[in-house]
């Protein structure tokens, strides 16, 4: 009878299996404990007739040596398996977080820019950064000897006929006139090229965008308003001035300021002591200019603009040198992170 439970038990021990620590110890408890079922089965032993227990003895014993084996190899193997797993790390462990990348600050401005100017419904328009005489100068009533044309200003691809990087987006205005007919309303965001010297203040690539809007009846006044919604929208400020100015594309022609205020040493310093900011030049369209890119200027008036995105970007993030942009620095562009 006793032979018979020891022998089921035997079996039940070999074909016993598991990868789990805490069943190997539950496992170990029930056969091998202090109250286990080896320490029961040999108290029994004790009262069994003399006859039988030379093969039950032998019984006993084979179990206990089977069951601390199966311990000693369970544990083992999951030992190994730990190994394993420790060469993969924890796989069930949070994973590191996945480092998002940032909009570089130039795009979130510039992004910032259409979204204002389209809620008035600006639409955006692109153009060639290698432009030809016409679009970047001539058409845009750039006398032939005006200092902008001057080798000091232009990278010059080709001469005669002159193919170069486009000054300012200006040239996309000529562009679109050509293509398009009034009303127009539409802002032209994009790269251009001076040659100049690099520092903090100036580079010789840079960003503008540039506005049109072209209808009958255009006037200075409307100008003066989509700069001011542009402004608040922009910069949260609600003053500004337009000082006259030349531009040779308008006629007449201003510099828009606004009022940043002196509330800060910083505005101090970036106002130069006057609260005011330039940010961009603007005036009314030349007729001549609508001449050139066949608009009939007896109809149709209408007003342009353009600002640099860098100055833009500069004054909202305080950012003190342009040459920041350009060096892809990760400390500095993941400052950006949390703005869309
Ligand atoms: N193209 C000018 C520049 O690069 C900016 C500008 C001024 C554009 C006045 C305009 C404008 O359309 O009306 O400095």
């Known amino acids: 009878m006793m032979l018979d439970k020891v022998k089921k038990m035997m079996a039940d021990v070999e074909v016993f299996k598991t990868t789990s620590k805490d069943e190997i110890e539950a496992f170990r ?9 080896l320490k029961e089965l040999f108290n029994e032993f004790k009262t069994v ?7 039950l003895g032998q019984a006993l014993n084979k179990l206990r040596n089977a069951a601390s084996t199966k311990v000693q190899e369970l544990n083992e193997s999951l030992e ?15 994973s590191e977080p996945i480092e998002l990348g940032a909009r570089h600050p130039i795009s979130i401005v510039r992004n910032r820019i259409i979204e204002v100017f389209s809620k008035i419904g600006f639409t955006v328009s692109e153009g060639p950064e290698i432009e030809d005489d016409w679009h970047n100068f001539t058409a845009l009533n750039l006398p032939e000897y ?44 994009g790269r251009v090229f001076r040659n100049e010297d ?22 200075f006044a409307d100008l003066k308003q989509t700069l001011l919604y542009f402004t608040k929208e922009m910069f949260g400020k609600s003053k500004i001035r337009l000082r006259p100015s030349y531009f040779p594309f308008t006629e007449p022609s201003a510099e828009v300021d606004i009022y940043w205020g002196l509330e800060t040493e910083v505005d101090y310093k970036i106002t130069k002591g006057t609260g005011w900011l330039e940010i961009m030049g603007c005036g009314m369209v030349d007729p ?16 342009a ?6 100055r833009i970007a500069m004054l909202l993030y305080q950012i003190p040198d342009i040459r920041m942009f350009y060096e892809n620095d990760v400390r500095f562009l993941e400052q950006f992170k949390s703005i869309i």
């Open 305 to 310: 603009f353009g600002m640099g995105i860098e």
């Open 49 to 55: 007739d003399a006859s039988m227990k030379k093969d």
């Open 288 to 303: 001549n200019v609508l001449k050139n890119a066949n608009i009939d200027p007896e109809k149709y008036t209408g007003y």
């Open 29 to 37: 408890i029930k056969y091998l404990g202090s109250k286990g079922l």
């Open 198 to 219: 690099i520092s903090a203040r100036a580079h010789c690539i840079f960003h503008q965008v540039e506005g049109l809007y072209i209808d009958t009846d255009v006037s």
């Open 146 to 189: 005006h200092p902008a044309r001057d080798m000091q200003d232009t990278f010059f691809i080709e001469k005669d006929p002159d193919v170069l990087l486009r000054t300012h987006t200006s040239s996309v205005q000529v562009r679109y006139m050509e293509n398009n007919e009034p009303p127009i309303r539409t802002i032209s965001p």
């Open 80 to 94: 190994n398996t730990q190994e394993t797993k420790s060469f993969y790390g924890d796989l069930t462990r949070p």
